[in-house]
């Protein structure tokens, strides 16, 4: 009775309009069994355009789908892929793996167990269909949609089979990190790290030898993309956030049904943006209404959407604060890996270092080795304001006066709070420093704190850094964070 209802539902328009979203169907020569059930010739086009992006080319424009094996022989590299786990990611790859071969009975079989545990995973739905059609000899060309609305749906699925596919065919290895993480303190245990190009989310623990992924999963992004520049753009905003608190759903009854289980706030607009003149708020990390099970690569008005599950699993993780990047597009390195921007910035941060430290007669004595050398290559006359960007109006530095105004974003630069604190700052610890490509320039974001050893006083500072035209990194944003 479930296969009938569900069956019908997919194919109540055309026979075959569903199938161009993730179809897989027969060619006209046929594969060589290799069970006892008959192999398909060839993939879908969702399917068959990751494996085309792995190979280094993109899918014929015509849509037709490319033989399972490559002329070589040497396999799918799809088969390759390790997905041993009980994620319902994890499943819907391993039928992939089971029709690539040839056990057809088994896929439908793995499908059915999957819709059982995620009725409302439309792209297993999908697949589930493309099989029980594949068995019964019916699927055998691509159909058009009939009508537009489905059109849209179909081209959305299709996309997200892409992005999933795509996403574990270039997972990166255990060894490798997002270059934007540049320093990470042992008071931040974890990072979340959104890489949109990909449609996912990865989560980094803080670790001894360094960052571990322990978890990464799609996600959805803005209905209008990336880069958020103005309220209702429908666009996620890209930059360095962090976590503000946790909303879940059992303790937040006004919670709307759009976010599903839960959601973390994050602190948009920062520093940064209002100092841009960004605007816009409520972007959210923040799960799905519970009718479906993931939305459409391009669904939201600029939060990040995940599937509910995997919202809860990052919420039980991660503390409140924990820094966000959220990405067009990630870059992988090893870990340890020498970098030439983050050593020239990390030079030029201590050397600021240095220069807080002596502007307040405080104690270098007890700094780090690292600003210690710095402050010894200082010149005598040196002063931290150098390294603040200049006004329209004339002069660097920090502006004590009139903080928080129009007037002061329009300098060109913003200091949020007054310079409160400690007098003598003699320690600055718990450097954690953030990377990404600002619209303006190479960013960076640093978060420290400053501390008075005789009166135990202390303070957290964030600062944004651009990469000037003249290749220096000065500060464009400060806020005292208490």
Request: hydrophobic share 35%; aromatic share 8%; net charge neutral.
């Amino acid at each position: 009775m479930h296969r009938i209802a569900l069956r019908r539902s997919l194919l109540s328009v055309s026979t075959l309009a569903v199938f161009v979203g993730l179809g897989v169907w027969l060619g006209s020569g046929g594969e060589e069994a290799r069970a006892s059930t008959p192999a398909p010739k060839a993939l879908g086009t969702a399917v068959s355009a990751a494996l085309k992006a792995r190979a280094g080319s993109a899918p014929s424009s015509s849509g037709a789908s490319r033989l399972l094996l490559d002329d070589s022989g040497n396999g799918n590299p799809l088969l390759d892929l390790e997905v041993g786990g009980q994620h319902p990611e994890d499943q819907l790859v391993q039928i992939y793996q089971l029709l690539f071969q040839g056990q057809l009975d088994k896929a439908i079989a793995a499908n059915e167990h999957l819709l059982a545990e995620q009725p409302n995973f439309d792209l297993a739905r999908l697949t589930w269909a493309d099989l029980l059609t594949i068995r019964s000899g019916q699927l055998q060309a691509l159909g058009d949609p009939a009508t537009p609305s489905q059109d849209k749906r179909l081209t959305e699925l299709r996309t997200e089979a892409h992005k999933r596919v795509q996403s574990l065919l270039d997972r990166p290895a255990a060894d490798q990190v997002p270059e934007q993480i540049v320093a990470l303190p042992a008071s931040v245990p974890y990072v979340i790290a959104l890489d949109a190009s990909r449609n996912r989310i990865y989560l980094y623990k803080n670790t001894p030898s360094g960052p571990q992924r322990v978890m990464d999963f799609y996600a959805s992004v803005g209905k209008d993309g990336i880069s958020k520049s103005v309220e209702g753009d429908q666009r996620t905003p890209l930059g360095v956030y962090f976590t503000q608190y946790h909303m879940d759903r059992n303790t937040v009854s006004q919670l709307g049904s759009i976010y599903g289980s839960g959601a973390m706030p994050l602190n948009y607009p920062n520093t940064y943006d209002r100092m841009l003149q960004r605007t816009g708020s409520g972007i959210w990390l923040h799960g799905v209404p519970f009718t479906t099970f993931s939305r459409a690569p391009q669904a939201t008005d600029g939060c990040v959407a995940m599937a509910n599950d995997d919202l809860q699993a990052l919420m039980s993780a991660v503390p409140r604060s924990t820094p966000v990047i959220l990405s067009k597009a990630l870059h992988w390195v090893k870990a340890g890996t020498p970098s030439e921007r983050r050593a020239e910035f990390l030079a030029t941060w201590d050397r600021w270092a240095a220069s807080r430290i002596k502007a307040t007669q405080g104690d270098l004595a007890s700094a780090p080795e690292a600003i210690r050398k710095a402050a010894q290559a200082l010149p005598e006359d040196s002063s931290s304001d150098s390294f603040y960007i200049a006004s329209s109006q004339g002069g660097s530095g920090p502006m004590p006066d009139d903080l928080g105004t129009r007037d002061n974003f329009d300098r060109g630069r913003f200091v949020e709070r007054p310079l409160q604190g400690p007098q003598h700052v003699s320690q600055i610890s718990d450097l954690s420093v953030f990377s990404w490509e600002g619209a303006k320039a190479p960013t960076m974001v640093t978060t420290f704190t400053e501390r008075d050893s005789s009166s135990r006083q202390t303070r957290t500072k964030r600062q944004y850094w651009e990469k000037t035209a003249q290749g220096q990194w000065q500060i464009r944003a400060e806020v005292n964070l208490g």
